[in-house]
C-alpha cells in the first residue's frame, strides 16, 4: 500500500500542475498519497495507517526538500511524519466509532477523512512558524495562507473517493478473503467446518 502511495505522489507532483509556484521558496503542489494512507489506516488500523502514511510521504519530502524546495533533510522526514499522523488516527477513529459496522460508514468516511486531518494541519503550522527557523534561521510562515487551504482541498477530494472507494474494496475484501467454502474435508472423509475469520470493522 505504501508502494500505491508512492506512486499516487509521484504521478500527481510530477504530472499536475503546481497551485503556485514562489521563486526563492518553493512551490505548492498536489499531493494525493494520503489516498493510500485512508485505505491503510481504514482497513489495516491505527498502526498501518501511520507506517504507510510515513513511507508513502517519503516522496514528497524529498521532492519539496531538494526537487522543489531547499529545506532537504528537514522536509525529508517532517512531511513523513506529518502524513503517519493522519494515517494513525485515522485508522484510530474508524476503529473507536465503529464507522466500518455502520450502515451509514459510506456516507461518514468523508467527515472521518476530514477530522483526521486536523492534527496534520496544526503540526503543519508548527512546522513552518517554529521548526524551520530553528533549525535553518528562517521563516516560511508566508506560506501557510497557500499551503494549508490546498491541502484542505486535496483532504476533501480524498473524503470523496474514500467514500465511493471503502464499500467497494470491502465488498471486494469480504468476496475473495472471507467467503471462502465453510467446510473442508478431514482425513477420514468427513467434512469438517472451517472457522472463518472475523470480517474486520
Known amino acids: 500500500?505504501?508502494?500505491?502511495?508512492t506512486v499516487l505522489s509521484g504521478?500527481?507532483?510530477?504530472?499536475?500542475?503546481?497551485?503556485?509556484?514562489?521563486?526563492?521558496?518553493?512551490?505548492?503542489?498536489?499531493?494525493?498519497?494520503?489516498?493510500?494512507?485512508?485505505?491503510a489506516a481504514i482497513f489495516g488500523g491505527a498502526q498501518v495507517g501511520a507506517l504507510v502514511g510515513f513511507l508513502s510521504g517519503?516522496?514528497?519530502?524529498?521532492h519539496f526538500g531538494y526537487v522543489a524546495g531547499n529545506l532537504g533533510l528537514?522536509?525529508?522526514?517532517?512531511?513523513?511524519?506529518?502524513?503517519?499522523?493522519?494515517?494513525?488516527?485515522a485508522g484510530f477513529l474508524y476503529r473507536r466509532l465503529k464507522i466500518g459496522s455502520s450502515p451509514r460508514r459510506s456516507t461518514l468516511t468523508l467527515p472521518l477523512t476530514l477530522l483526521a486531518y486536523v492534527p496534520e494541519?496544526?503540526?503543519?503550522?508548527?512546522?513552518?512558524v517554529y521548526v524551520i527557523p530553528i533549525?535553518?534561521?528562517?521563516?516560511?510562515?508566508?506560506?501557510i495562507p497557500f499551503v494549508?487551504?490546498?491541502?484542505?482541498v486535496e483532504i476533501f477530494i480524498i473524503g470523496i473517493i474514500m467514500a465511493f472507494l471503502v464499500p467497494t474494496l470491502r465488498t471486494f475484501i469480504n468476496t475473495f478473503f472471507y467467503s471462502r467454502p465453510s467446510t473442508e474435508k478431514m482425513g477420514d472423509g468427513r467434512a469438517a467446518?472451517?472457522?472463518?475469520?472475523?470480517?474486520p470493522g
Not at 1 to 5: D, E, R, T, V, Y
Request: charged share 5%; glycine share 10%; proline share 8%.
Open 148 to 152: 494549508l487551504p490546498k491541502a484542505w
Open 58 to 62: 517519503i516522496y514528497a519530502g524529498y
Open 135 to 143: 533549525v535553518y534561521g528562517f521563516s516560511l510562515a508566508s506560506m
Open 121 to 128: 494541519a496544526l503540526y503543519t503550522v508548527l512546522y513552518f
Open 1 to 5: 500500500m505504501s508502494s500505491l502511495g
Open 74 to 89: 528537514l522536509s525529508l522526514l517532517g512531511v513523513p511524519i506529518g502524513k503517519a499522523i493522519t494515517g494513525f488516527l
Open 193 to 199: 467446518k472451517k472457522i472463518e475469520p472475523s470480517n
Open 11 to 39: 504521478a500527481s507532483l510530477t504530472f499536475l500542475p503546481p497551485f503556485l509556484v514562489l521563486p526563492g521558496v518553493g512551490i505548492v503542489a498536489p499531493d494525493f498519497s494520503h489516498v493510500a494512507t485512508f485505505v
